[in-house]
């Protein structure tokens, strides 16, 4: 069992950034990947980055490239999103994953964390 828990979220106004934090606990493993998502109520899950457990490759949501930033330390089994410039319709609650592979597919990870919220205020 791996528990994911989030945490670094809160309310920002357009243009300020935040920075999130995925811990991992139980059995955890430096080769699989992990990935951030977001989601608006009513809405579908949304893809937002991934990497891979080497913290070499990564993948964006093409919409939020050169905004977002992952990355990962593995020896603390920690995944990070650097967000800046802020947008109102970034306001999500964001969640991080695990897989073995950095897909922008949801069904590609096994764990989930609970989420982060994330506000904007325009």
């Known amino acids: 069992q791996v528990l994911l828990v989030e945490s670094g979220g809160g309310l920002v106004q357009a243009g300020g950034s935040l920075r999130l934090s995925c811990t991992a606990s139980?059995?955890?493993?430096?080769?699989?990947?992990m990935g951030w998502f977001r989601q608006i109520p009513g809405k579908e899950r949304e893809f937002v980055a991934a990497?891979?457990?080497?913290?070499?490759?990564?993948y964006y949501a093409y919409s939020l490239k050169g905004r977002f930033t992952i990355s990962i330390d593995s020896l603390k089994n920690t995944v990070y999103l650097q967000m800046n410039s802020l947008e109102p319709e970034d306001t999500a609650l964001y969640s991080c994953?695990?897989?073995?592979?950095?897909?922008?597919?949801?069904?590609?990870?096994?764990?989930w964390g609970q989420g982060t919220q994330v506000t904007v205020s325009s």
């Open positions: 994953a695990r897989g073995n592979r950095p897909l922008s597919d949801a069904r590609a990870y096994d764990y």
């Open positions: 990497i891979d457990g080497r913290g070499i490759i990564t």
């Open positions: 139980g059995r955890t493993d430096s080769n699989y990947a």
